[in-house]
């Protein structure tokens, strides 16, 4: 079976620009996780989704946004990039429909890096 | 608040021995216990987790891990480390409000020859 799709694979913005990276869940999975790894640190926990409402909010900056469509795919919007943003950044899947917390499945992550 | 602490971040070890990564969670109510693994540029592999039952999971590549509640622990171990084993591994806890997952700082295996 298909796993958790990202894309694009890299990214390269100049600051100040916009970037929407995009994460396609596994089939039927119906809950997106974001997070952000930045080099040489352990993934940080952006936002999730379930079932196209937001679930919870990590250390999301405001320029941050991102939403879960009908398909359950998601959209991060991030604007006014800054240095800083240059990460690597993790779509995970999971299905909550067991009604525990189940597996995080991630995605092979988008590198953005901010000239 | 939840938290995982891997006291390692740099481990090494001879191709063919054994191995041990440490993971200690802080956790209020029954934890769910993951461990990942990242080569260099990749993603997060999944290699076992831990959710209840049994409290010695076996995983992917030869993996397995133990769950110690009265130490608050996870460690990973691997009898024989084989030189494709050379990655990070990252101890992860999920809550039970089906949210995030934390994880540890990491560990970078360096497998020797």
């Known amino acids: 079976a298909a796993g958790v799709i990202q894309s694009p694979r890299h990214l390269i913005k100049e600051k100040r620009e916009t970037a929407t990276l995009k994460c396609y869940p596994i089939?039927?999975?119906?809950?997106v996780y974001w997070y952000q790894q930045g080099p040489g640190q352990d993934p940080q926990f952006l936002i999730s989704f379930y079932e196209k409402m937001q679930s919870d909010k990590g250390s999301i900056p405001d320029r941050f946004s991102a939403q879960q469509f009908s398909d359950y795919h998601s959209e991060l919007n991030m604007s006014s990039l800054e240095l800083g943003d240059s990460a690597l950044y993790f779509c995970?899947?999971?299905?909550?429909?067991?009604?525990?917390?189940?597996?995080?499945?991630f995605g092979p992550g988008t590198r953005l890096t901010v000239l | 608040a939840q938290s995982v602490t891997q006291p390692d971040i740099h481990i090494t070890v001879s191709e063919g021995a054994s191995l041990e990564l440490r993971c200690n969670y802080s956790y209020g109510a029954t934890p769910y216990l993951f461990w990942y693994v990242q080569s260099p540029g990749q993603g997060l592999q999944l290699l076992l987790k831990?959710?209840?039952?049994?409290?010695l999971v076996q995983g992917i590549k030869g993996f397995e891990a133990e769950f110690k509640r009265s130490q608050s622990s996870f460690n990973l171990r691997k009898p024989s480390v084989h030189w494709s084993d050379a990655a990070e591994y990252f101890c992860?806890?999920?809550?039970?409000?089906?949210?995030?997952?934390?994880f540890g700082s990491g560990t970078k295996l360096n497998v020797k020859p």
């Open positions: 992860a806890v999920g809550d039970d409000n089906f949210n995030k997952f934390y």
């Open positions: 995970a899947s999971s299905d909550r429909t067991g009604g525990a917390t189940d597996t995080q499945y």
């Open positions: 831990y959710f209840s039952g049994d409290t």
């Open positions: 089939s039927r999975h119906d809950t």
